[in-house]
């Protein structure tokens, strides 16, 4: 059996406390990131929390949301 790529749902009427979702990651331009594939890079420009443009000196990329790879240093 797979498991189900949906959360679980959190009853009202649990006794146990909801889960507490992370916030977004948020980066703005000249923030130094590092990257799982890339390696280390500098934000460029920000499209309003979509993606972002990162410089890693021999390449260029825009990486898509949720970031899930990249991180601010």
Known sequence: MTKSAVPKRHLP???FKAPVAPPPKQFAVGDQVT?????????????AE?????????VR?????????????
């Open 61 to 73: 990329e825009r990486i898509l949301s949720p970031y899930t790879k990249m991180s601010k240093l």
């Open 35 to 47: 990257h799982d594939v890339y390696g280390l890079g500098r934000v460029l420009s920000v499209d």
């Open 50 to 58: 979509i993606a972002v443009l990162v410089d890693f000196g021999s």
């Open 13 to 15: 009427t649990s006794p």
